[in-house]
């Protein structure tokens, strides 16, 4: 099964916090018990984030972290690159998203391609998905991507949330 590192995942849990609390400022801290996170390592990925561009930070005693970007705009293949970046995250310009333009994933896939033709195109497949996929449809309330109820890992006290989805209107 194909699968997002911790770090990605964490970082979509965090978006989808503070995009629950739109104009709302959220320290690490409060995500990190909130979303059952490790603190040190949530932490880190909100300071790449925020170095990136996607996070506002405020500092003090109510200080914190709130989207600074339209996540809209913002596919999964631009958010695993910038928190997979290994790159110092205090660069402005580490170079983290030069491969993400269509011109060199193409020539990339032209000199792959003629070797591993099945894994090659599979690749393509899972990239161009990747880029189509909006954060936004991931983290904002309302426009969740929907998952069967049965597929959802459910502890025995978590009452399944109820809210309603694009699909659910229709």
Do not use: W
Not at 54 to 77: C, H, P, Q
Not at 114 to 129: M, N
């Amino acid at each position: 099964m194909l699968c997002l590192s911790k770090k990605s995942e964490y970082a979509l849990v965090a978006l989808a916090h503070l995009a629950e609390q739109p104009g709302r400022t959220a320290s690490a801290r409060e995500i990190a018990q909130a979303r059952l996170l490790p603190p040190a390592l949530l932490m880190n990925i909100l300071k790449n984030l925020q170095a990136h561009g996607l996070l506002r930070s405020t500092r003090g005693v109510k200080g914190g972290y709130r989207i600074d970007r339209e996540l809209n705009s913002l596919s999964l293949y631009e958010l695993i690159a910038i928190v997979e970046c290994a790159a110092n995250a205090a660069e402005p310009d580490c170079g983290c998203l030069e491969h993400l333009s269509d011109a060199a994933n193409d020539m990339e896939f032209a000199r792959f391609a003629g070797s591993q033709g099945p894994v090659q195109a599979l690749q393509f497949k899972l990239v161009r998905f990747l880029k189509d996929v909006r954060v936004a449809d991931l983290v904002l309330p309302g426009r969740r991507i929907d998952v069967p109820i049965e597929r959802l890992k459910f502890k025995e006290t978590h009452q399944p949330d109820r809210r309603m989805s694009h699909a659910d209107h229709a």
